[in-house]
């Protein structure tokens, strides 16, 4: 079993920057490739940003060159810092985890997640 716990999110006007953190337990964190994805006020989860084994990182379109996902394997912790923010960023953000060959676009690919921060950008 894996445990997932996100901190960061607040209150931030356009054009501000957050740093979103997620802590693991449970098993060796450098197996996992790890996501953030975001559900929006009536809107559908979507994929933000992931990375995995070898140094891999993918981003969304939407947010590609504005985030940046890390990770910190000594302290099984992973982070997405996000600059530039607008008000379509508004949402809750999850960190998940997920086995090597799962871990896509997909959130149906993920095997853990965590209960997730909510992330507010006012005009």
């Known amino acids: 079993q894996v445990q997932l716990v996100e901190s960061g999110g607040g209150l931030v006007q356009a054009g501000g920057s957050l740093r979103l953190s997620c802590t693991t337990s449970?098993?060796?964190?450098?197996?996992?490739?790890m996501g953030w994805f975001r559900r929006a006020p009536g809107k559908e989860r979507e994929f933000v940003a992931r990375?995995?084994?070898?140094?891999?990182?993918d981003y969304a379109d939407s947010v590609k060159g504005r985030f940046t996902i890390s990770r910190d394997n000594a302290k099984n912790m992973v982070y997405l810092q996000m600059n530039s923010l607008a008000p379509e960023d508004t949402a809750v953000y999850h960190c998940?985890?997920?086995?090597?060959?799962?871990?896509?676009?997909?959130?149906?690919?993920?095997?853990?997640w965590g209960q997730g921060t909510q992330v507010t950008v006012s005009p």
């Open positions: 990375s995995w084994s070898g140094g891999n990182m």
């Open positions: 998940a985890a997920a086995f090597l060959g799962g871990g896509s676009r997909r959130s149906t690919t993920w095997n853990y």
């Open positions: 449970g098993r060796t964190f450098s197996d996992y490739a």
